[in-house]
């Protein structure tokens, strides 16, 4: 980063809607906590506005940001330069400037891993991974527990088509076997998954129903959800339910945040126990407040 991108000390996220994203509250308890005069916004740019946001970036003042949906796949074509894992897969959620350029990566994958190394550091020690959905959200999951030394990436999903999809794509970048299956083939693959990882809304409707048990998963094996908001959901209820070592998504967005901050704002942030609470109490009053 250039000495006139650090002056600048202003950041953003961009959205539509925007109003929603803790991004702000997140970067904002930094700033305070290690008194840098910066500044971090939330923007609400509508799809037809996107590329002249990222034109204009250079001369705005801002040295990045962040990028939620529905831009992630429009910003990864627009920007000058991506790194390795942002091309592969399509996809930027973080933005900086560097010599008057618009770069790219994203870090939802290390966010992910992130999380898991801090609350279930064994995760690392295990071969056989078992995703449940082939949606957006599982791509940078996929891909980084692969980079992660994962040999068998099991993908599960409803539609058998997508999961055969990501399969097919992220192979020539993997070591990994990807696998994609049925949501029948279930019972079989639990009892063969070290980490059991879910990317979807199973369980959050009105019934709480899952499309499959834990009777048969490994008794070691460690069970995490991406999703925060219930922070405990009935996917991670149950699993604690049978007394799975569990994880929430919470640490997940908390970690992906800390790249980019340190790239805007010239400081690695740490992921304390006294954030988590700061941003706990933040989504308690939402939810009470609904």
Not at 74 to 100: C, M, P, Q, S
Request: net charge neutral; proline share 6%.
């Amino acid at each position: 980063m250039s000495n006139n991108e650090q002056e600048a000390n202003s950041a953003f996220v961009i959205g539509w809607p925007i109003e929603h994203s803790r991004s702000p509250l997140l970067h904002g308890y930094w700033l305070k906590y290690l008194k840098i005069p910066g500044t971090y916004e939330a923007v609400g740019i509508s799809p037809e506005k996107i590329e002249t946001f990222i034109r204009l970036l250079p001369k705005s003042g801002f040295a990045g940001g962040n990028v939620t949906v529905p831009h992630k796949e429009a910003v990864f074509r627009l920007v000058d330069h991506r790194d390795e894992i942002a091309e592969v897969l399509g996809a930027v959620n973080t933005l900086w400037l560097k010599d008057g350029k618009v770069h790219g990566t994203n870090t939802d994958g290390y966010g992910f891993c992130a999380n898991l190394d801090s609350f279930a550091p064994k995760w690392r020690q295990g071969k056989t991974v078992v995703v449940l959905g082939a949606g957006g959200a599982s791509r940078a999951i996929i891909y980084a527990l692969g980079k992660a030394g994962y040999s068998k990436i099991h993908i599960i999903n409803r539609t058998l088509a997508k999961a055969e999809a990501i399969a097919e794509e992220f192979s020539p970048h993997l070591e990994s076997d990807l696998l994609p299956h049925s949501w029948e083939d279930a019972p079989d693959l639990l009892a063969k998954a070290d980490l059991l990882v879910n990317t979807t809304s199973i369980g959050m409707g009105d019934s709480g129903d899952f499309p499959l048990d834990f009777s048969n998963l490994k008794e070691q094996a460690i069970v995490t959800d991406i999703v925060y908001t219930p922070l405990l959901t009935p996917f991670l209820k149950l699993a604690k339910s049978k007394n799975y070592k569990t994880v929430d998504g919470l640490g997940m967005l908390l970690h992906q945040a800390a790249p980019g901050f340190e790239k805007w704002f010239g400081t690695r942030p740490n992921i304390t126990p006294a954030l988590r609470q700061y941003i706990l109490k933040d989504l308690t009053k939402k939810v009470l407040h609904k």
